[in-house]
Nanobody, 121 residues
């Protein structure tokens, strides 16, 4: 089985910073795209940023210039550095990874349990 575990969420004042981490563990042959999504109360889950194994990134317009996604392939770990946080960034942040568990299996999407980020004074 595969497990994604996020950490690093919390309460921060507007303008502050947080760094989220997500570790993938279990039976893993390879990890393709990894990404961060978020879901605010009463809203649909939305894409924040994605990163391929080679390091190509995509960002949602509302985080460009403030958030940076990165990964450590050797440690199956994904990061999200969040700077200049705004109250509207308040949400549960989820880690996603497209994982192949063996050379003969297809890739599947896996999700973490989420970590709460609250931006408030």
């Amino acid at each position: 089985q595969v497990q994604l575990v996020e950490s690093g969420g919390g309460l921060v004042q507007p303008g502050g910073s947080l760094r989220l981490s997500c570790v993938a563990s279990g039976t893993i042959f390879s990890i393709n795209v990894m990404g961060w999504y978020r879901q605010a109360p009463g809203k649909q889950r939305e894409l924040v940023a994605t990163i391929t194994r080679s390091g190509s990134t995509i960002y949602a317009d509302f985080v460009k210039g403030r958030f940076t996604i990165s990964r450590d392939n050797a440690k199956n770990t994904l990061f999200l550095q969040m700077n200049s946080l705004k109250p509207e960034d308040t949400a549960v942040y989820y880690c996603n990874a497209r994982i192949q568990r063996s050379p003969i299996q297809s890739r599947n999407d896996y999700w973490g349990q989420g970590t709460q980020v609250t931006v408030s004074s």
